[in-house]
DNA sequence: AACGAGGACAACCGCTGTCCC
DNA sequence: GGGGACAGCGGTTGTCCTCGT
C-alpha cells in the first residue's frame, strides 16, 4: 500500500529542501520546543509546522531515540544485560518489545547493544579457533544470577565456555568491564560545542538550554 | 606523530500494520 | 472492500572515535 511512498526513497531524498544526516543542536532544539509547546504526533504534519527540514520519519526517530527526557543512555547495567538475553530468548529480535521492560532505553539502543557485544561475542565462541581468538567480555551472567530463568541459561550457556578474563579476576559485577565506554563521560566530555560536528553534546546541556530559553 | 582497522552508535531505509475516509 | 496516510519495527549503513602499529 503505502510502500509507493516511501519507494520513492524516503520520499524526501529527491527533495532537497529535506535535510538527512546528523541532527544539528539548533534542529534539536527546535523539536523539543515544538514538542514541550505542541505535544507529539501526527509526525510529518509536527515536521512541517516547527519549521524543520526533516521528514516526520527522521523527526520521530530522534526524539523518541535521543531528545525524550526519559531515554536513558549509556552505562546498560548488568542487570538490564541479563534482561535483554532473558526476553531475547524469550521473543528473538523484537526489540520496541524488549525495550518496554527496559524503562528510558530504546529499541535502537537495545538492538545496537545486542548486535555490537552479545552477537558479536556469540560468533566468537561459534568460531573459537578462528584466528587468534580473544575474549574480550564475559557475559558469565548465570555464576552471578542464579535465579536465572532457563531461558536465559540457554542462550548464556555458550558463553560460559570460556573463562572470562577480566571480569572474573576483578571479581566484579561488569560483565564488560573494558567494553563499555562510558558513554555519559564520554558525552558529556566530548559533546560540548566544539565538536565540528555539532552533534554531541549531552541531554542535560539540551535541556539546560530549553529551560533557558524559557519554554 | 601519523595512519589504518575495528568498534560503537546515530540515523536511514524498506517493509508491515493499523487507522481512516 | 479498497486505497491512502501514517506510525512503528527491524535491518542496514554511515560516521565518528579509539586503539594498536
Not at 520513492?8 to 534542529?27: A, H, L
Not at 534482561?83 to 525495550?99: T, Y
Not at 537495545?110 to 565462541?125: A, D, L, P, S, Y
Not at 562510558?182 to 558525552?187: G, S
Request: hydrophobic share 30%; aromatic share 8%.
Amino acid at each position: 500500500m503505502q510502500k509507493i511512498m516511501d519507494k520513492k526513497p524516503c520520499n524526501s531524498s529527491q527533495d532537497p529542501e529535506v535535510r538527512k544526516g546528523p541532527w544539528t543542536m539548533e534542529e534539536d532544539l527546535i523539536l523539543i520546543n515544538y514538542i514541550a509547546n505542541h505535544g507529539e504526533g501526527v509526525w510529518n504534519s509536527l515536521a512541517k509546522a516547527a519549521g524543520l527540514k526533516r521528514t516526520g520519519k527522521s523527526c520521530r526517530l530522534r526524539w523518541l531515540n535521543y531528545l525524550r527526557p526519559d531515554v536513558r543512555r549509556g552505562n546498560i547495567t548488568p542487570e538490564e544485560q541479563l534482561l535483554i538475553m532473558e526476553l531475547h530468548a524469550k521473543w528473538g529480535n523484537r526489540w520496541s518489545k524488549i525495550a518496554k521492560h527496559l524503562p528510558g532505553r530504546t529499541d535502537n539502543e537495545i538492538k545496537n547493544f545486542w548486535r555490537t557485544r552479545i552477537q558479536k561475542h556469540i560468533k566468537q565462541v561459534d568460531n573459537p579457533n578462528q584466528q587468534n581468538y580473544q575474549p574480550q567480555m564475559s557475559l558469565d551472567i548465570n555464576d552471578h544470577h542464579h535465579s536465572s530463568s532457563s531461558q536465559v541459561s540457554n542462550i548464556v550457556e555458550p558463553m560460559e565456555t570460556y573463562s572470562p578474563t577480566s571480569y572474573h579476576q576483578q571479581g566484579t559485577l561488569e560483565p564488560f568491564p573494558t567494553q563499555f565506554p562510558i558513554i555519559n563521560d564520554h558525552q558529556s566530555s566530548c559533546c560540548t560545542n566544539d565538536n565540528n560536528t555539532n552533534n554531541y553534546w549531552s541531554m542535560e546541556d539540551i535541556w539546560s538550554m530549553q529551560l533557558l530559553n524559557g519554554d
